[in-house]
């Protein structure tokens, strides 16, 4: 399990080979590692021209038995095993070579791929993960079919599954994993389980071609005519069962008492890695499927697409990076012109910063003596502080330059800073610093809200 900050891939490829569960063709598919900011990647090395599908919610076409993405007339199935091998063990960017319509099925989990993950190893890359972070509750309900979504706020990605078939064997069950370090001990080896009463319908639409006894947990609890019965044997290709004996007719035992219930957990966790970011925050699942796992997804997808940036987390307890201290060492700038009190998080293209607004801020004794607001321009000058310590920061002797404004673009005043607020600060680089010069794209939150937002240009320049 990669717990890095880091985006990550893998440090060789691997193959694995099976049948798969619907074509019950011959497969192999292929994991190989791939660029920072790739995400997952599924290319049909078997069609002219190997065509690729972008593995994310929205080519999701079909969840009927199993997450089946698609673009155009290319299509590949049964994907979520891997997906959730590839999203639980921390990776980040991975190009997934098939040579046909689905991946093997396995034993019908997803332990074999965690297996092949740990032996090759993890690469860490430069670039940050993007996490989406849960700030609030939210539900997500599909009233046709009862099932339910819950999101909660949570430091790291946990998840609770709970289901109920109204079955002696499959009754109501529920699963937590509330770490993803333990996803491989805990949740990879979960079978996929289906009732004998859905295999011959299933059969007869063309599907589970290469189901059997050995990649899938088989629930038999209604008894059926024992002449149905050996009909469905014949078509699986294994041995007649006696008809008034209920049970589970799988070659190999429960794994955990739950693991249905734990299956589920590995599925929506396949799931929600075609969101396209890790996700910080707590999913309580019930009657989960991947209908709704993937109307989730793709309404998660939406807000992204929107361009919501989301408010950087702050610990008020926690240790900065950069304090008054180290801020004035890399700043000329004194009271009352200092707007930054401190950096808290600094990354590869971007760096977060705080400024306390207090009551007895100098500017407040003429902007407004009865109505104190913080200036705009005092917001977009603190933006430029916070960008200015990521460039100077950056520098082997920051001491001797200076960031001087160019210009300022696409300012935008959402809401009024006042005393007691807090602001913080992400500034981001738009492109890498040439010649002296810098683009930066910053935003000012109070709250979960946007204050302040700005793109600005700025010359470093060493001091004379």
Not at 16 to 33: A, C, E, I, Q, R
Not at 51 to 67: F, L, Y
């Amino acid at each position: 399990m990669n717990n890095s900050w880091k985006q990550s891939t893998l440090c060789s490829a691997f193959s694995l080979s099976g049948k798969g569960l619907h074509t019950g063709l011959d497969l192999t598919v292929t994991f190989n590692p791939a660029p920072e900011d790739f995400g997952y990647k599924i290319q049909r090395i078997d069609l002219d021209g190997m065509p690729m599908i972008e593995a994310v919610a929205e080519n999701v076409i079909d969840t009927s038995r199993g997450t089946v993405v698609a673009k155009g007339d290319v299509r590949c199935s049964t994907i979520e095993h891997a997906m959730a091998a590839l999203y639980a063990m921390g990776i980040d960017n991975c190009l997934v070579q098939v040579d046909g319509p689905e991946f093997p099925i396995l034993d019908g989990s997803a332990q074999r791929y965690v297996e092949e993950i740990n032996r090759v190893g993890i690469q860490d890359q430069e670039a940050e993960k993007d996490f989406y972070v849960i700030k609030k509750k939210v539900e997500f309900l599909d009233e046709k079919s009862g099932s339910c979504i819950t999101l909660l706020p949570d430091d790291e990605f946990s998840i609770t599954s709970m289901i109920n078939f109204n079955s002696r064997f499959l009754g109501a069950q529920f699963a937590t994993l509330d770490d993803m370090q333990n996803f491989a001990t805990e949740v990879a080896s979960a079978r996929t389980f289906v009732f004998v009463r859905e295999i011959m319908p299933l059969l007869g639409y063309g599907l589970i071609k290469g189901g059997d006894l050995d990649n899938a947990i088989v629930i038999y609890d209604q008894e059926m005519p024992q002449d149905e019965l050996d009909k469905m044997a014949d078509a699986l290709g294994v041995a007649h069962h006696e008809a008034t004996d209920l049970c589970y007719m799988q070659t190999q035992p429960l794994r955990w008492d739950n693991e249905p219930a734990r299956h589920k957990l590995l599925d929506i966790i396949g799931d929600m890695a075609l969101i396209g970011r890790p996700i910080k925050g707590r999913i309580i699942a019930t009657k989960p499927g991947h209908t709704i796992n993937n109307k989730f997804a793709r309404q998660v997808r939406k807000e992204i697409a929107k361009g919501i940036v989301q408010t950087p987390v702050y610990d008020p307890g926690k240790e900065p990076l950069m304090d008054v201290r180290r801020i004035r060492q890399l700043l000329p700038h004194r009271y009352p012109m200092q707007l930054v009190d401190k950096i808290i998080e600094i990354g590869k293209h971007h760096i977060v910063g705080v400024k306390n607004i207090t009551s007895d801020e100098a500017v407040f004794q003429g902007h407004f003596p009865d109505e104190p607001v913080f200036p705009g321009v005092l917001q977009i000058e603190a933006l430029a502080q916070t960008g200015g310590l990521f460039v100077l920061s950056q520098l082997e002797e920051p001491e001797k330059y200076s960031t001087y404004f160019l210009r300022i673009d696409e300012v935008k005043f959402r809401r009024k800073v006042v005393p007691g607020d807090t602001l913080i600060f992400r500034v981001d680089l738009l492109a890498p610093v040439r010649h002296g010069i810098s683009s930066m794209r910053g935003y000012g939150f109070v709250g979960d809200n946007i204050a302040v937002e700005a793109t600005f240009t700025a010359q470093i320049t060493k001091n004379e």
